[in-house]
C-alpha cells in the first residue's frame, strides 16, 4: 500500500517541531479526515533556512509533511512556492488515491506559512 520512502518518512520524520519566531507560519486542516497541517519557516536573503512541523493525522499526513519540508529547505520563496501536490506525493514514490488529500495538506500548509512571511515583509 505505502512505499518504502513513506514509510521511511513516517517512521523517520525530518524536521519536526516548531520555529520560535518563525517569519511564517501555516496551518491548514481537511475536515473530511481530522488531517491538521502546522508549517513554520525561517526566511533569510528569501531563502528557507529552516523549516519545521507539527500534524495532528495518519502516517500519510506525517510523511508528506516530512518530504514537504526537505524538498524546500535552502530553496529560495519562489521556488517553494513552486512546489505542487503531485511533487510532494512523487517525492515519495506515490501515494494511494485514498491518501492524496495527505500531500494536498503539505503544499498547502507551505504555501499558507509563505503567504503568512509576505504578509509580514508587507507591514
Not at 533556512?49 to 502516517?59: P, R, S, V
Not at 535552502?74 to 506515490?94: F, M, P, R, W, Y
Not at 494511494?96 to 495538506?105: Q, R, Y
Amino acid at each position: 500500500m505505502y512505499t518504502e520512502k513513506v514509510m521511511d518518512h513516517f517512521a523517520n520524520p525530518r524536521n519536526v517541531g516548531e520555529i520560535e519566531k518563525a517569519s511564517g507560519v501555516g496551518e491548514v486542516g481537511n475536515a473530511s479526515c481530522g488531517d491538521i497541517m502546522r508549517i513554520s519557516i525561517q526566511v533569510e536573503d528569501n531563502i528557507i533556512k529552516d523549516i519545521k512541523f507539527k500534524t495532528f493525522g495518519c502516517g500519510a499526513a506525517i510523511a508528506t509533511s516530512s518530504i514537504c519540508t526537505e524538498l524546500v529547505k535552502g530553496k529560495s520563496i519562489d521556488e517553494a512556492l513552486a512546489l505542487t501536490n503531485q511533487a510532494v506525493a512523487d517525492a515519495l514514490g506515490g501515494l494511494p488515491p485514498a491518501k492524496m488529500h495527505c500531500s494536498n495538506l503539505a503544499a498547502e500548509a507551505l504555501h499558507e506559512a509563505i503567504a503568512d512571511y509576505k504578509a509580514k515583509q508587507e507591514g
